[in-house]
C-alpha cells in the first residue's frame, strides 16, 4: 500500500469482521491513520464474510455454504451483521464506511435496501459474466462493465472483460454479456476460434499483458472508469494459491507497480478511491 500510495495510486480496503477487530487489523488501521501521506489516498470500506461477522444464529460450527453468501441470509440477519460490522469499522477508522463488497460477491434481493437503510452509497460487488449458482451464489452472467445508479446505490462492476485479438467479438460479448456463458454449440465454436477468453484486471491469476488488455480493449469500448482488486493476503507469501513463496510475492507485487506506472504514463490515467467516483456526488 505504501508502494503505491507513492506512486499516487489510491486504495479502498474493504474490511471484515476478523480483521477489524484483530489486534493486527487495528495496528493497520492505526498505521494508515498516523501518516498523511497515505490516510488521504485510503478509503476505509465494509466485507461483510458472515459466518465470521456477529451476531450469530448458529449453535454449532458448521454453516451451510448456501449461508456464506451474504445476500442469502433473512432481511434481518443480513441487516445485523453488516449493521455490526459498519459500527466497528466506524468505532476503528473514525469514518462511517459508504462502499461495500460482499463477501464472496454474495449480493441478494434484499442487499440494496439493507446498504441504503445504513447509510452505503456504492456496491461493488457484482464480478461481470460469472456464475455462482454452482454453489448457491449469485448468477452476474447478465452483467457487464457498465456502472449503474439503481435503488440509490452505485452498482460499480469488479473489472472484468472477455478478451480477443478480434474487436467485433470482443463488442458481442461486451454488449450480450450472457452469450459468454451459452452452451450453444455456435457460440463455444465462436470462443474457440476468435481466442475469446475471460479476464479479470487482478494480478492474481492474471498476467501483466492480461490486465493491460483489459484495459485497453474496455477502453476501446467506451470504458473509462477500472477497479483492478486482488486479496490483500496475496501481498505475502504462503496465505493465498496466487503467492505460494517468497519469488512469487516479489513479482506479484512488481506485477501491480509496473501496471499502475503503465496505466498512468501510457494512458494518462488518474486514480481515485472507489468513493470519489463522480457519479458518487450525486447521491
Not at 478480434?166 to 455456435?186: A, C, G, H, I, K
Not at 505460494?244 to 494518462?268: Q, T
Amino acid at each position: 500500500m505504501q508502494s503505491l500510495s507513492l506512486m499516487g495510486a489510491k486504495t479502498t480496503l474493504a474490511m471484515d469482521y476478523p480483521f477489524v477487530s484483530s489486534a493486527q487489523g487495528q495496528n493497520c488501521i492505526a498505521n494508515i491513520k498516523a501518516s498523511k501521506e497515505i490516510s488521504k489516498k485510503v478509503e476505509f470500506a465494509a466485507h461483510l464474510h458472515p459466518w465470521v461477522n456477529p451476531p450469530f444464529e448458529q449453535t454449532v460450527g458448521f454453516v451451510p455454504e448456501h449461508l456464506s453468501y451474504p445476500g442469502n441470509l433473512g432481511y434481518e440477519q443480513e441487516r445485523a451483521k453488516l449493521a455490526e460490522l459498519t459500527s466497528k469499522i466506524s468505532e476503528q477508522t473514525g469514518t462511517r464506511p459508504v462502499t461495500y463488497l460482499a463477501g464472496r460477491y454474495g449480493i441478494g434481493d434484499n442487499t440494496h435496501q439493507v446498504l441504503n437503510e445504513l447509510g452505503y452509497k456504492i456496491d461493488v460487488s457484482i464480478s461481470p459474466f460469472a456464475d455462482y449458482r454452482h454453489q448457491h451464489g449469485p448468477d452476474f452472467r447478465n452483467f457487464n462493465n457498465d456502472i449503474k445508479l439503481e435503488n440509490k446505490i452505485l452498482s460499480w462492476p469488479h473489472s472484468s472483460a472477455v478478451v480477443s485479438p478480434f474487436s467485433f467479438v470482443r463488442n458481442y460479448f461486451n454488449s450480450s454479456p450472457t452469450s459468454y456463458s451459452s452452451e450453444n454449440l455456435f457460440i463455444k465454436v465462436l470462443k474457440k476460434v476468435f481466442r475469446a477468453k475471460l479476464h479479470r484486471l487482478s494480478p492474481e491469476g492474471f498476467s501483466l499483458t492480461d490486465m493491460k488488455n483489459v484495459v485497453k480493449f474496455q477502453n476501446a469500448l467506451g470504458q473509462t472508469y477500472f477497479i483492478l482488486s486482488f486479496h490483500s493476503p496475496s501481498v505475502k507469501a504462503g496465505l493465498t494459491p496466487y503467492v505460494k513463496n517468497d519469488r512469487e510475492r516479489g513479482e506479484f507485487i512488481e506485477k501491480i507497480l509496473s501496471f499502475v506506472n503503465w496505466f498512468e504514463e501510457s494512458l494518462n490515467g488518474d486514480f481515485f478511491t472507489i468513493n470519489e467516483h463522480p457519479l458518487v456526488r450525486k447521491l
